[in-house]
């Protein structure tokens, strides 16, 4: 799997809830892996701009409607825990 994946971060049970910069980024993430470029042509960037439009509103009602018993997570304790697997990956 490609490193772009990576920067797709899991959106759900957070406090404060994902904004709509992160869902549409997220789903930018999504649309470039998907087509294979980071920038389309000019002939694709109607499409290109629809599909992260249409999949950015389908991913916040998809974050809006689940439902969870679990505690919502800490975003700064999880960034801190993210920055210390990538440390343990690549060194500090």
């Known amino acids: ?8 971060r899991t959106l759900h049970n957070f406090e404060p809830p994902a904004t709509e910069d992160e869902i549409r980024a997220a789903a930018l993430q999504y ?12 002939a ?3 499409p290109f701009d629809r599909a ?10 998809l974050l809006h409607s689940l439902e969870t018993t ?9 960034a801190a825990r993210a920055k ?3 440390a343990r990956r690549f060194g500090s």
């Not at 992260?52 to 009602?61: C, F």
């Not at 679990?70 to 999880?78: H, L, Q, S, Y």
């Open 31 to 42: 649309v470039r892996k998907i087509c294979g470029f980071t920038r389309p042509s000019a």
């Open 1 to 8: 799997m490609s490193r772009l994946c990576r920067n797709i």
């Open 70 to 78: 679990a505690a919502p997570k800490n975003r700064e304790v999880e």
């Open 52 to 61: 992260v439009e249409e999949i950015a509103r389908v991913s916040a009602t």
């Open 44 to 46: 694709n960037q109607e």
């Open 84 to 86: 210390a697997r990538s």
